[in-house]
């Protein structure tokens, strides 16, 4: 699966994120390693997720489904906020045809080596042409239903 390299196997700079909290609430760009140890050095007891800090537009798309039978819906870009981590949700994305079947494709797989029985969204970010899976999210998302409804007709709820 595409993903950030995690540490120590990428250079500067990092991402330090809490394992045990949701969006981006304690997540932390580190840009030396002076910054990194004193980072470590205050938050030793926490479990933390260490990996290569990425640039890119992000997007997500969920999958719903029950004993290998799945089924993805339209790709969405979210736009990120630094203080409420996703401020907007928009549909319909230029991403290209090829992007959007490798991301499909990467999403069907996931849901079936999981055995999603349920709804989950993957969320990607673009940089340099590559998707990177960066998570996923087991529920059934707040803003996506609405976007992809306005835009497609299509109500994953029903």
């Given at each position: 699966?595409?993903?950030?390299?995690?540490?120590?196997?990428?250079?500067?700079?990092?991402?330090?994120?809490?394992?045990?909290?949701?969006?981006?609430?304690?997540?932390?760009?580190?840009?030396?390693?002076?910054?990194?140890?004193?980072?470590?050095?205050?938050?030793?007891?926490?479990?933390?997720?260490?990996?290569?800090?990425?640039?890119?537009?992000?997007?997500?798309?969920?999958?719903?489904?029950?004993?290998?039978?799945?089924?993805?819906?339209?790709?969405?870009?979210?736009?990120?906020?630094?203080?409420?981590?996703?401020?907007?949700?928009?549909?319909?994305?230029?991403?290209?045809?090829?992007?959007?079947?490798?991301?499909?494709?990467?999403?069907?797989?996931?849901?079936?080596?999981?055995?999603?029985?349920?709804?989950?969204?993957?969320?990607?970010?673009?940089?340099?042409?590559?998707?990177?899976?960066?998570?996923?999210?087991?529920?059934?998302?707040?803003?996506?239903?609405?976007?992809?409804?306005?835009?497609?007709?299509v109500n994953m709820v029903e």
């Open positions: 699966m595409p993903a950030p390299w995690p540490w120590p196997n990428c250079q500067f700079p990092i991402l330090v994120k809490p394992s045990d909290r949701s969006g981006s609430e304690g997540v932390k760009v580190i840009r030396t390693s002076k910054e990194f140890n004193s980072i470590l050095n205050h938050q030793i007891s926490r479990n933390l997720v260490i990996e290569e800090y990425l640039e890119g537009p992000s997007y997500s798309i969920e999958v719903i489904g029950i004993a290998g039978n799945y089924q993805v819906f339209q790709i969405t870009e979210l736009e990120m906020d630094g203080d409420y981590d996703c401020k907007r949700v928009l549909a319909p994305v230029e991403l290209g045809d090829q992007l959007i079947r490798e991301f499909e494709k990467i999403t069907l797989k996931l849901a079936s080596d999981l055995s999603l029985n349920g709804i989950m969204d993957v969320e990607t970010i673009l940089q340099n042409g590559k998707l990177k899976v960066l998570e996923i999210d087991a529920r059934l998302p707040s803003q996506t239903p609405t976007a992809v409804y306005y835009s497609t007709g």
